[in-house]
């Protein structure tokens, strides 16, 4: 079933396209090849709504509905895919755990600055013996008077290094071998309290500037204050929460997927021999039947402005729509659906 795309959606999918295109394509492959993270597209993609789009607008978010945030990920997704998965982590992880299970002084502290973009959030849960297996985790949480402390190691975490806020997940109670699930609370770490070391940096194959790295916990000390939630529910968090995390995850594959299609055709496209295109052979299109109408769609979302706007008047001209919208999201403006608009499957 199609649903049909409101205006505000049109508006949104165009600003993340157009700030995907002037600011991430030209820089992903440098950035990828370095395996370097630049904090000033955390600093943009916060100052344009994209990092707070599921947060109300009471705590400086956008207040956005999901298939508008996947909407505009996919976007994002196509121009870098370490950048998406900054996006996708921070916006579905951390923010959605301390909405819905953090109180007042929790979401005051962080909501506000991690929809600005001026606060970063990670999410740690896996370790190096508990990965899928996430139940048998052993990282303890142990309440020492007004501090928990922790001590463990945690694996395989998104942004681990360059957050300001990470939802750790650990067991504050000894494990029960046949309730492994139970017992296990969530805490809001910041990388200033005492005992926290970020540990090695995984080197991979792709997505590499997006920072994955070990946390290890040396008797960390976390005040009674940061605990999210009732204690021991903080597996049932985690889990309530990743599957919201799963939505982005596909729109993520979907924005590369495009991304990787629109570079094919273009090399068939550019790439000659004997004289003409390799698009031309029958191959090549024999191999790709769906190449065609794909590439047409994707010709008319992203048809180019034109030649004569410099790169520094389409920055200004995102930056002037990303106010307008904003502007109006504040003013409470809400857009009635548009029976010309693109549609999506869902």
């Known amino acids: 079933m199609l649903t049909p795309l409101t205006e ?11 700030f995907a295109r002037e600011e991430l394509v030209p820089n992903a492959a440098t950035w990828d090849r370095e395996a370097r993270f630049d904090r000033t597209v955390a600093a943009k993609l916060g100052s344009l709504g994209f990092l707070g789009m599921l947060i109300p607008e009471e705590y400086d978010g956008l ?43 929790q979401k005051e502290r962080f909501l506000r600055p991690m929809a600005r973009g001026e606060m970063i959030g990670a999410f740690a849960l896996s370790e190096p013996d508990a990965g899928s297996d996430a139940s048998s985790l052993r990282c303890q949480a142990v309440r020492e008077g007004d501090e928990w402390v922790l001590s ?24 029960n071998p046949e ?22 940096k995984e080197d991979k194959m792709g997505l590499r500037a997006s920072p994955t790295v070990q946390l290890n916990f040396d008797g960390l000390r976390v005040p009674a204050a940061n605990l999210l939630g009732e204690e021991g529910q903080g597996f049932v968090y985690a889990m309530r929460s990743l599957d919201h995390g799963r939505l982005g995850i596909a729109a993520q594959a ?3 997927a495009r991304a990787a ?66 502007a109006r999201r504040r003013c409470g403006s809400r857009r009635r659906p548009s029976s010309s608009s693109g549609a999506m499957a869902t």
């Open 179 to 200: 309730h492994r699930s139970r017992g296990i609370s969530a805490f809001l770490v910041t990388p200033d309290l005492p005992g926290f070391h970020v540990g090695k």
């Open 8 to 18: 505000e959606q049109r508006e949104i999918v165009g600003l993340a396209r157009a």
């Open 261 to 326: 299609l629109e570079h094919a055709l273009e090399y068939t496209a550019q790439r000659k021999q004997f004289g003409q295109p390799v698009r031309d052979f029958q191959a090549i299109q024999l191999g790709s039947p769906t190449w065609a109408p794909a590439s047409r769609r994707r010709a008319r979302r992203s048809m180019p402005r034109p030649c004569s706007r410099t790169a520094a008047d389409r920055r200004r001209s995102t930056a002037r729509s990303a106010s307008c919208w904003r």
């Open 63 to 105: 207040g956005l509905d999901t298939l508008t945030y996947l909407l505009a990920l996919e976007e994002i997704a196509v121009g870098d895919a370490s950048t998406a998965v900054l996006m996708s982590v921070h916006n579905s992880l951390p923010t959605q755990m301390i909405l819905r299970f953090g109180n007042g002084e």
């Open 152 to 175: 463990g190691t945690k694996s395989w975490v998104t942004s681990g290094s360059v957050a300001d806020v990470i939802v750790v997940i650990a067991r504050s109670t000894p494990l």
């Open 254 to 256: 979907v924005g590369i």
